[in-house]
């Protein structure tokens, strides 16, 4: 086994309180699967037959469109203009109905043949298979590894690479030297992570099957370099960005050094950002430290810093963590091509280390810009964040544990719909839900807070939820099931009951990790009978007064 860690040393378990005053945590699901937006299956009971189905569904203007008659089954079609959720509470309400469910769509999972694809059980992990069945790559957009070269010779690479660059020695961006050669293994592994060539019958598989790479020689043959190489290297892959406008390049550094005690660099900072405004987006991998130290060129800002997760979506032993990190993904026995020039053969190792979980997030970054190439960088690295799975503390995982097949489907269908509106009110309703949030009053951490909503009617419960980053949610329970939040993994701040002036106020008080950062809020409010989902409020919190904010060499991780 080759491995790319420093060690495992005795992890501390570290809790991280976003909020010291939290009512019980209501979970919601991701996002509801997709179903076809005006059918229902519908299970008769025992006592009553296709004939009361189809009379039904006509008192709505609707019809029966298919019939599994050993099953006491229909397929209904709703009438136009009526609403599912109407038609599905009016079925579910008759005596004669055993249940109403929404039509979903299934889709394919496309499985490669790759004689190494059943060793690589990470891939189903993050749901890659499924996300294949929509996208396996596109020819525009480009992978650049920045990395100690790439066997280009290699089986499951070959055909795949761009003229790429070495700057090691005397060559700069601008004069590169074409010799590419990995003669350490490490760049390899890494770009065949990303984007082998899959569903070949040899090797293993690639996250994005037909993304190319662009070679970029940063490290040495030893597998070290310096920050100066490593700008080079991020300018040739800006340039080549700029110089081909119909490609979408995404960078990958699964290289870093400690920089707890000086901090990212400033020369690096500005290659990375001149990369970002030329539309690039730059992925990296977090370390192998084991602990919370600083790692740079990770902790730069416009860079998606990514742990380690291991087969029980735990952090791995040897992964960095710390508020820097924005994503993880499974960086433990991750099969895939090693090969160097002075050996012939195409071989494959199982590596170990985040340098592996960092190019899996650019192979699905790959993916999701194949999707709709109209995406900036920024959006992709958003659809990233908002799909990302919740398995922890954000210390440790960022946003979460990235998901290929949410991902691809969010990048595929476009913006979210809107929530649906509320139902129309019956003759004589209830008061239908209503209600403005108002943002946190004073909005600074580690003291109390005051957030509201107002106009609600009285009695109406509001619950509160607030997320670091937006998205979508679907909310399973309750009055308002079926709508959305525009949040990503929503946490609960907490409810309370509408008074007689129509307003509904919660004091919690903000965790002092929240100082300086900016969150999201959002607000559900419910009567007996009607769903409101307030306007989403953006909010910067402030630390509290007193409180602290919170060069060397680069190696393969």
């Not at 469109?65 to 079925?91: I, N, W």
Request: glycine share 10%; with cysteine.
């Amino acid at each position: 086994m080759m491995a790319c860690n420093g060690g495992i040393p005795t992890r501390f378990l570290i809790a991280l309180f976003l909020f010291l005053a939290l009512s019980s945590v209501e979970y919601l699901a991701y996002a509801e699967e997709e179903y076809v937006t005006d059918e229902l299956i519908v299970k008769m009971k025992s006592d009553a037959g296709q004939s009361r189905a189809e009379s039904l569904a006509s008192s709505r203007g609707a019809r029966v469109t298919k019939s599994f008659s050993d099953l006491r089954m229909v397929v209904v079609q709703l009438a136009p203009g009526d609403t599912l959720e109407d038609m599905q509470r009016s079925l579910e309400n008759n005596p004669d109905v055993e249940y109403a469910e929404k039509n979903y769509i299934v889709y394919a999972d496309l499985t490669p043949n790759d004689p190494r694809y059943g060793q690589q059980s990470y891939l189903s992990v993050i749901d890659a298979p499924q996300a294949w069945g929509t996208q396996t790559g596109n020819s525009n957009v480009v992978i650049a590894v920045l990395d100690t070269g790439v066997e280009t010779g290699h089986e499951d690479i070959s055909g795949k690479t761009l003229p790429g660059c070495s700057v090691i020695g005397s060559f700069t961006e601008n004069s590169c030297g074409t010799n590419v050669d990995d003669n350490h293994g490490h760049g390899t592994g890494v770009a065949g992570t990303a984007a082998a060539k899959t569903n070949n019958s040899l090797g293993a598989a690639g996250l994005c099957w037909n993304c190319p790479i662009l070679p970029v020689k940063v490290l040495s043959d030893s597998g070290s370099g310096t920050l100066s190489d490593t700008i080079e290297g991020i300018n040739f892959a800006r340039n080549y960005a700029l110089n081909n406008p119909t490609k979408k390049v995404v960078i990958n550094m699964s290289l870093g050094r400690d920089c707890q005690a000086s901090g990212v660099s400033l020369a690096e900072q500005d290659a990375i950002t001149a990369a970002w405004n030329a539309g690039v987006l730059v992925v990296a991998s977090a370390g192998n430290s084991g602990n919370s130290n600083l790692q740079c060129p990770a902790a730069a800002d416009h860079v998606i810093a990514v742990s380690a997760t291991d087969n029980s979506d735990a952090l791995a032993g040897f992964s960095s963590f710390g508020s820097f990190v924005d994503l993880a993904a499974p960086g433990v026995n991750i099969v895939n091509a090693v090969g160097t020039s002075n050996v012939a053969g195409s071989f494959y190792a199982s590596w170990s280390g985040t340098s592996f979980s960092s190019p899996i997030v650019s192979g699905v970054a790959g993916l999701v810009w194949s999707a709709d190439t109209t995406l900036t960088n920024a959006e992709v690295d958003q659809i990233l964040k908002d799909t990302a799975e919740n398995i922890g503390s954000s210390l440790y995982f960022g946003e979460g544990r990235v998901n290929a097949d949410f991902a691809v489907d969010l990048a595929s269908s476009g913006s979210p719909a809107p929530p649906t509106p509320a139902p129309t009110p019956a003759p004589t309703p209830p008061p239908a839900a209503s209600g403005t949030l108002s943002g946190f009053n004073p909005g600074t951490a580690g003291i109390k807070n005051s957030l509201s909503v107002t106009g609600a009617p009285k009695g109406a419960v509001v619950k509160f939820y607030y997320s670091r980053t937006t998205g979508t949610t679907s909310i399973t329970t309750g009055v308002c099931k079926g709508k959305a939040l525009n949040l990503s993994s929503p946490i609960s701040l907490g409810s309370a009951v509408a008074d007689s002036t129509g307003k509904a106020t919660i004091n919690p008080t903000l965790s002092s990790t929240l100082g300086g950062r900016t969150v999201y809020v959002q607000s559900r409010v419910e009567t007996s009978a009607s769903c409101k989902i307030t306007n989403r409020v953006t909010q910067s919190i402030k630390r509290r007064s007193g409180s602290s904010s919170g060069g060397g060499s680069f190696f393969p991780w």
